[in-house]
């Protein structure tokens, strides 16, 4: 069965601190993955797409990796904003049916001053 | 540009009532999609419109119906609401769809739609 599995189900971090998120996926055959950030009330937004020939990949203070012998992508947050106080989904593509997306449950992260 | 607009952004139903969510987008997308979002579960793929003309199942088409009215506009129908159908729903587009793996979605604010 195509999973993807998210760690933590969510955390509290202190404004300034870093923190990594972790995606551990078994869907097969693996296209890409993607992470997005959710906003409370609102609707998901892009972050990162990696293919399988990527191993890391960066959005402003958001760095993704991925290694895919493993099945494992990261998030990693480098110095938090209170503005980072949101849900992050890791989504995972499957390269048959049509490309079609996986999504995990999400981890929550809260950002306190 | 707006992006991904729907309406309404909240909904109380009873059982057995029907209604309509609309969904519209203005980047040109040739792809639309629609989701739900339930507590603790990653969002789960309800339809979608490959492009204009073309509608297809996804995971859970059970209980909805879909319409393409036009390369804007994706509407999700509920003919007769169960309280299963209680969720977050999100519209959702894309410029290549299925033909494009990379193909980033860009997504709505959602409609939060509760059924007694």
């Known amino acids: 069965k195509n999973q993807v599995e998210q760690s933590p189900q969510s955390l509290i971090i202190l404004e300034g601190k870093n923190c990594t998120l972790q995606?551990?996926?078994?869907?097969?055959?693996?296209?890409?993955l993607r992470w997005y950030k959710q906003d409370t009330g609102r609707g998901p937004v892009s972050l990162t797409i990696?293919?399988?020939?990527?191993n890391t990949k960066s959005n402003g203070r958001y760095t993704a990796t991925l290694d895919a012998d493993t099945k494992q992508s990261s998030l990693h947050i480098t110095a938090s904003q209170l503005s980072d106080s949101a849900s992050y989904i890791c989504?995972?593509?499957?390269?048959?049916?049509?490309?079609?997306?996986?999504f995990g449950g999400g981890t929550r992260v809260l950002v306190k001053p | 540009n707006a992006g991904v607009t729907q309406t309404p952004k909240f909904q109380v139903l009873k059982t057995g009532q029907s209604m309509t969510l609309q969904c519209a987008q203005d980047?040109?997308?040739?792809?639309m999609y629609w989701y739900r979002q339930d507590p603790g579960m990653g969002l789960r793929l309800i339809y979608y419109?490959?492009?204009?003309?073309?509608?297809d199942k996804g995971e859970v088409p059970n209980g909805y119906n879909v319409s393409r009215l036009n390369k804007r506009e994706f509407s999700l129908r509920l003919e007769s609401a169960a309280p299963s159908q209680t969720s977050v729903y999100f519209c959702?587009?894309?410029?290549?769809?299925?033909?494009?793996?990379?193909?980033?979605?860009?997504f709505g604010p959602g409609t939060r739609l509760t059924v007694l």
């Open positions: 959702a587009s894309s410029e290549y769809g299925t033909r494009v793996s990379t193909d980033t979605q860009y």
């Open positions: 995606c551990n996926y078994t869907v097969s055959p693996f296209s890409n």
């Open positions: 990696m293919t399988f020939s990527e």
């Open positions: 989504v995972v593509s499957i390269k048959a049916a049509g490309n079609k997306l996986t």
């Open positions: 980047m040109n997308h040739n792809s």
């Open positions: 419109s490959a492009s204009e003309g073309t509608t």
